[in-house]
């Protein structure tokens, strides 16, 4: 795996939203699509007006499959967070995507002088209902990474460097889609928790301090480790996700922490 490549994604994801990074992590991502001159688009439809500010055509890019893919940069008005509307934007992707007969984007939603900005997979699919021929779109959270300099991007980053470093393969449809789905990675997240949460367990079932305040408690240690493990697993989580949304007051990571190999 290229280092460099690698951190050359990390620079464009970690940062605030800036058209020429994104130009780059388009060039890489699909290995030599049709560039596009990123002229800037104003004329919005009315419905979408109060929201959108302004779109740019990034790329144009066909797979091995004839599957046709436009990558947009969508600038948001002042006072538009990139958290908000989110089906409203994506309704905007559909219909340029259904008036140009595109199957599927990937779009940068970013507002002026805010370090968040949205990196997003929009698809159309059509499906058959009750005899009415409907356009399905991918839903907006499963498909959608936030990033830049304050949010947390390993998932991000973990999912898109495959292709991204990939200088020999154009990626395909499925496989771009793949990449943004987080279905993978909430089941990966689980599966290590739960892992986790039988370490603690039986760590804990052999720690002889917590043996005796067992006893002491007239709890069976098996049982009151299950229950300890659980509660400490939960309030871990809980606390992390509060201190992700910034509401402790501290960062995530302090800057100068280093990890250590623990030992008990």
Known sequence: MSNAKVDLLKDIIENDFNI??????????????E?????????????????????????NYTDSENNEIIVLAVELKKGNSVHNARSLQRNFISKILSENNIEA?????YTENQSTWRLSFVRLDYALKENQLTIDLTPAKRY?????????NHTAISQLVPIFVDDKNNPTLSEIENAFSVEKVTNDFFNQYKE???????????NPSFIEESKKLGFKVEKFSEQFAKKLMGQLAFLYFIQKKGWLGVRIMPENHTFTTATY
Not at 20 to 33: A, C, I, V
Not at 35 to 58: Q, V
Not at 105 to 109: E, L, P
Not at 196 to 206: C, D, M, P, Q, S
């Open 20 to 33: 020429l990074q994104f130009r780059k992590f388009t060039r890489e991502f699909f290995n030599g699509p």
């Open 144 to 152: 959608s990474y936030l990033v830049g300099e304050s949010e947390s």
């Open 35 to 59: 560039m596009l001159s990123s002229t800037k688009h104003t004329g919005i439809w009315k419905e979408y007006s109060e929201n959108i500010n302004a779109y740019y055509e990034i790329a």
């Open 196 to 206: 986790k949460y039988l370490e603690l367990k039986e760590f804990l079932e052999k």
């Open 105 to 109: 984007a990937i779009v940068a939603f």
